[in-house]
């Protein structure tokens, strides 16, 4: 079961608390893979592809949220595109 984190709303170590809460997921999906007949290295370059893509989601659902702030404002002004 994941923990909760300590204390709602935001304080310095929450991200620290949510990585903890995280690792047996983690080391439960890594001993499976294992079991199942997959090396640490393929394991590894797959979890770091998988954080490299959610990066890039991210930073790629930035600039469409800045996009669309921009498009609100310019509306609001009346103004066209």
């Not at 991210?58 to 310019?74: G, M, Y």
Request: aromatic letters at 4%; a positive charge.
């Amino acid at each position: 079961m994941v923990r909760p984190p300590r204390r709602q709303g935001e304080y310095g170590d929450r991200e620290i608390d949510c990585q903890e809460a995280m690792e047996p997921g983690f080391q439960a999906i890594v001993d499976c893979m294992l079991e199942a007949g997959w090396t640490r290295g393929e394991i590894m370059r797959s979890l770091r592809r998988l954080i490299a893509a959610d990066n890039m989601t991210q930073k790629e659902n930035a600039k469409v949220e800045a996009q669309l702030a921009i498009a609100r404002a310019i509306m609001r002004a009346g103004r066209a595109f």
